[in-house]
């Protein structure tokens, strides 16, 4: 275990909407350097918990650390200021705007003074494409609109948009989500970059595959709740997967489906139709049957 400062730390925060506990208890840290998972199924909490860390909610109770020191964000532009970014899902971007302008999206970056102060555009131009080269994606053209890429590509721009102004603590919500295996190693590659770039990584995810490749350490969640923080060597790729699906619930259902299938076993042997199979095959009879026939049974 690491002993340096984390980089963001909670110390047991909840967050409430009225009567509704979102969050319970939530305690985590996560270091420079490293990636942290945090992983749930959906209605764990992870929404809840990202928007609380950027800015978006203020806690109910508990404490925000960064860098060691307390932090309480008004809104998510305290967030940014400090050094947090935050990649929805949604990416915030407008497909046909150009790459460059998505890159930038409100600071662009300017020349002259006075009523003569413009965008440059060369400079910016350049800088979202050495940005994109960076991360290993040729752009020909950054003046192309971002909706011409792909969603992997998309991705790594709001990325590579985070780390270029200066983002200490990188987090990522659902990055791989709606991504084919080809795309998704795209994002993959890019977070184990940030991470060597000493990035604070905090990567949102159900998907266990794509987050025990590139993690760290993980943590937990369950309707609200921590089932724990573990470093990687101290839990298996199965055993995270066991305890987001919920052990005892997948024993149970293991075992009704075996009930199930002795049931089937019995009957065939004992040579009794499944159930419905008679009424079935009545119906199919009485529908083969002469149309006098039917009308005088009908009657």
């Given amino acids: 275990m690491t002993t340096q400062t984390p980089m963001i730390e909670m110390r047991s925060v909840s967050k409430h909407f009225g009567s509704v506990i ?39 109770h508990g404490d925000m650390l960064l860098d060691g020191k307390p932090a309480r964000f008004k809104s998510p532009a305290y967030a940014l200021d400090a050094g947090i970014a935050t990649v929805f899902q949604d990416l915030a971007m407008v497909p046909l705007m150009s790459i460059t302008r998505n890159f930038f999206m409100g600071r662009e970056p300017t020349i002259g003074w006075g009523p003569l102060k413009r965008i440059d555009w060369k400079y910016a131009d350049r800088i979202a494409k050495e940005e994109m080269a960076r991360i290993g994606i040729d752009v020909r053209d950054p003046s192309q609109p971002v909706g011409t890429l792909s969603g992997g590509e ?106 199930f299938q002795r049931n089937d076993r019995e009957r065939k042997a004992d040579g009794a139709p499944a159930p419905g199979h008679s009424e079935s095959v009545a119906a199919a009879g009485h529908a083969d049957a002469p149309a006098g026939e039917r009308l005088a049974s009908d009657r």
Avoid: W
Avoid at 174 to 179: I, K, Q, W
């Fill in 22 to 60: 979102a969050l319970s208890n939530i305690s985590m840290k996560v270091y420079s350097g490293e990636v942290m998972c945090l992983l749930g199924d959906n209605g764990a909490g992870k929404s809840t918990l990202i928007k609380t860390l950027s800015g978006v909610h203020q806690p109910t």
């Fill in 154 to 259: 998309r991705q790594c721009v709001a990325i590579a948009r985070a780390v270029y102004f200066g983002a200490k603590v990188l987090i990522l919500d659902e990055p791989t989500s709606a991504l084919g295996v080809k795309q998704a190693s795209v994002v993959l590659r890019y977070i184990a970059r940030a991470r060597a770039d000493g990035l604070a990584v905090i990567f949102i995810t159900h998907n266990v595959h794509h987050a025990y490749p590139v993690a760290d350490a993980f943590t937990l969640l369950s309707r609200g709740g921590s089932l724990g923080s573990f470093r990687k060597e101290e839990i298996s790729r199965e055993e995270v997967l066991n305890m987001m699906a919920g052990g005892a619930e997948l024993e149970n259902l293991d075992a009704e489906l075996a009930e």
